[in-house]
């Protein structure tokens, strides 16, 4: 798409010889077909997986099915658009289709996520109309995979043959508008891989279909040859730095001012505000170049266009190189910038009054006719007037205008007191085309943190020397505000934000930067939980299960287990380290000092037990963990090694327990010394075995604290992870578990 890469909402696929359509729904990017059978639904995801919703669009309600193909506990989850946890559903299906019913009672856009056996699929769903509150409702079991052999969906519809002719269109969605790709048609004999071509001219700028300005007025954007303008009239009271712009009552060339257009505050809404030329500049000074640099009266990431700019526009929608240098009226392409309302009428072929123009706003710029301010209201309703930042002498700024009458675009001085409509462009001084494309996905609350997502989708040709997230209690935060660093280069990015305030609005967006500066991404907000999460009483989890340690000189040396954890409250995260009562590992392994120990909350992030060599902080790194087996062969092959007696070890960070002196004290063979390491009594020698143990008796602290899991959700997937980094040793994991405190 103009270079640029973009996320596809579905794909049509049609297969033209055998006369069927199918439609794969993001994040399905896969069709699979076989000769004669067709598309094997079943079979996808490890026979799991969330068909489209039908209808979709839908007004209130709508359907979708669940495929599943293995036992175990079901999860359904919708999340709207701020990350917020709408609706749940748990379930233990047999294996089959199932029929569920979405209701939803605000309009918007939504994700349905399905988990089973760490399994995922989800599919997005948009909602128009206001149904009977939000629920998940279970309807019953429309049809059956059989075991191993899972039934396809080709049993009875879609065959194919290897050299049919298939059609693919892909569509995108840009703000309210949904774009159709350019049509691919191909004989089909093997696996292909297509690249669809969206023109996107016209349409809102991909990763940034609206922005928002320091007093909260929202725009729409529009896409032009590589620059992204406002589709709409500024109308802020405020420079991005909050500073305000008087209101005036007079003309001025050295003081900065707005007015209402014609002189009525009841225009401002639909036609924005008027500006001299002092204030669309602010304290910089003219430009000539494309882009022109200047921020002046613009949002943050935005610049006010040079006379250059505005010539690039022109000539791409069809103006010849000759007149667009010319000043006076050039070309025939105002209808084609002009929205369809406002104007006074006029029959003029490609006026700006003609509304009966063929190709009339086809560039989506929607110029309407506010008019001007000279010492006096001029012109509303039939003549529109744009500020450039090129000066043209000392009284004089070049200006552009379109007037209800005439076809051409006027190129010529505005004098520095008059008062005319402003339209940004995105960027901050560097090109459009090389500024990064950062998209802000959403954010997830507890009370003093929130949990942050979002992509660089497109690097601008240069590299992305850093990304992040800046947050404000105002709109439109900037680098300038607080602000995180996650890396850099192309992909998703996440971050946890700390310190925020209880029951508080914060406003987020993404950003990325290169060489050419700095872009940000759309504004999400979010408001902070108003106390700590209350758990259910099923707090304790853990696992039974046997996993060989393999030495670090082997092909695999870490290895990890995972609890899938689906009990609690949506709204439940982590909001304080003391959230975690404990972590326990039963293990045993001949040498502690080579281990590495890492638990991931269901977000990504993690925290370090025990780094490796902790021995070397404060105790013996040849020291072991249980009691090792006096039989043990080939480091690397668990068959020839008989698993040794596994020990209980716990990490806490809460007060009332007793603590050891922390991570690394692991020394001196634990177990054998009851005045440094856990004393027997008090552990369990191997699962099922932790009712032997006694809570609050000698806890190791984790070797990073817990508050980097704030705001991690407590339903979802934790992982621990056990790497071997020194060759020469083995062990075995027999089980490990999690206690989370039911009443922070």
């Not at 969330?50 to 359904?76: I, R």
């Not at 029959?347 to 123009?357: D, E, L, M, P, V």
Request: with cysteine; proline share 4%; glycine share 12%.
């Amino acid at each position: 798409m103009n270079g640029h890469w973009v996320q596809l909402d579905r794909v049509v696929i049609t297969n033209l010889t055998q006369n069927w359509t199918e439609t794969i729904y993001w994040p399905d990017t896969i069709l699979a077909v076989e000769n004669n059978t067709g598309i094997n639904d079943c079979a996808r995801n490890n026979g799991f997986g969330l068909s489209q919703n039908n209808p979709n669009p839908f007004n209130g309600a709508t359907d979708v099915n669940l495929t599943v193909a293995d036992e175990g506990e079901v999860t359904l989850e919708i999340v709207d658009v701020h990350g917020r946890i709408v609706g749940t559903h748990r379930m233990r299906p047999q294996t089959g289709n199932h029929l569920f019913r979405i209701t939803l009672s605000t309009a918007g856009t939504y994700v349905l996520t399905a988990r089973q056996n760490g399994n995922v699929s989800s599919i997005k769903m948009m909602n128009n109309g206001n149904g009977d509150g939000d629920d998940i409702r279970y309807k019953g079991v429309v049809g059956l995979c059989q075991g191993a052999a899972l039934q396809p969906k080709s049993d009875v519809a879609h065959p194919f043959n290897s050299g049919d002719l298939m059609e693919y269109r892909g569509y995108v969605v840009l703000g309210d508008e949904e774009v159709e790709s350019e049509t691919i048609s191909s004989v089909h004999f093997s696996s292909q891989t297509y690249v669809f071509q969206f023109m996107l001219d016209g349409h809102p700028c991909p990763g940034t279909p609206t922005l928002t300005d320091i007093d909260g007025n929202t725009y729409g954007t529009v896409w032009m040859d590589g620059q992204c303008w406002m589709r709409e009239n500024l109308r802020t009271t405020k420079y991005a730095d909050g500073s305000a712009i008087s209101y005036g009552t007079g003309s001025s060339a050295t003081v900065g001012h707005w007015y209402y257009p014609n002189n009525n505050a009841v225009n401002k809404p639909t036609y924005g505000l008027l500006y001299n030329w002092k204030a669309v500049r602010r304290n910089s000074g003219a430009s000539a170049e494309n882009p022109s640099g200047v921020q002046g009266i613009c949002p943050d990431g935005w610049h006010v266009p040079s006379d250059a700019e505005w010539k690039q526009m022109e000539r791409y929608l069809g103006m010849n190189q000759y007149d667009a240098e010319h000043t006076g009226f050039r070309g025939d392409i105002a209808a084609l910038l002009c929205g369809n309302t406002g104007w006074q009428s006029s029959a003029i072929a490609n006026a700006a009054g003609n509304t009966a123009a063929e190709g009339r706003n086809a560039s989506g710029f929607s110029a309407l006719p506010a008019g001007c301010y000279n010492d006096d209201f001029s012109d509303f309703d039939s003549v529109a007037y744009f500020w450039t930042v090129t000066g043209n002498g000392e009284c004089c700024a070049f200006k552009r205008s379109l007037e209800y009458d005439n076809a051409g675009v006027y190129r010529g001085n505005g004098d520095k007191s008059d008062g005319y409509s402003v339209r940004c462009v995105r960027g901050e001084g560097g090109s459009l085309a090389n500024l990064p494309i950062v998209n802000t996905y959403y954010a997830t609350p507890a009370t003093t943190s929130a949990s942050l997502s979002g992509e660089v989708t497109y690097d601008g040709g240069l590299s992305v020397t850093a990304r992040g997230f800046c947050w404000s209690l105002s709109h439109n935060p900037t680098l300038n505000d607080n602000h995180t660093t996650e890396g850099s280069g192309l992909g998703n990015f996440t971050s946890i934000v700390h310190g925020l305030s209880a029951n508080t609005t914060y406003y987020v967006r993404a950003y990325a930067t290169n060489s050419e500066g700095t872009s940000y991404g759309n504004e999400v907000d979010f408001t902070t939980l108003s106390d700590s999460v209350i758990m259910d009483d099923e707090y304790s989890f853990f696992l039974q299960s046997t996993v060989f340690l393999h030495d670090a000189g082997c092909s695999a040396p870490c290895v990890s287990s995972s609890i899938d954890i689906f009990h609690f409250p949506p709204a439940a995260y982590i909001s304080s380290a003391a959230d975690i009562l404990e972590v326990r590992l039963d293990i045993e392994h001949s040498s502690i000092g080579d281990l590495n120990i890492i638990l991931t909350c269901p977000n990504g992030h993690s925290v370090l037990l025990m780094p490796d060599h902790c021995g070397n902080l404060g105790g013996n790194s040849m020291a072991h963990f249980g009691v090792n087996s006096s039989v043990d062969g080939d480091y690397c092959d668990p068959t020839s090694n008989m698993p040794g007696t596994g020990w209980t070890y716990c990490w806490s960070e809460n007060s009332g327990y007793a603590q050891l002196s922390g991570a690394c004290y692991l020394n001196d063979n634990i177990g054998h010394d009851a005045d440094q390491t856990v004393d027997a009594s008090h552990v369990a020698q191997s699962y099922p075995g932790y009712d032997d143990f006694v809570p609050g008796q000698q806890y190791y602290t984790p070797y990073q604290s817990f508050n980097n899991l704030l705001g991690c959700p407590l339903n979802g997937r934790w992982t621990i992870q056990v790497c071997d980094t020194w060759t020469g040793d083995n062990g075995f994991l027999f089980g490990w578990g999690m206690v989370f405190n039911p009443h922070p």
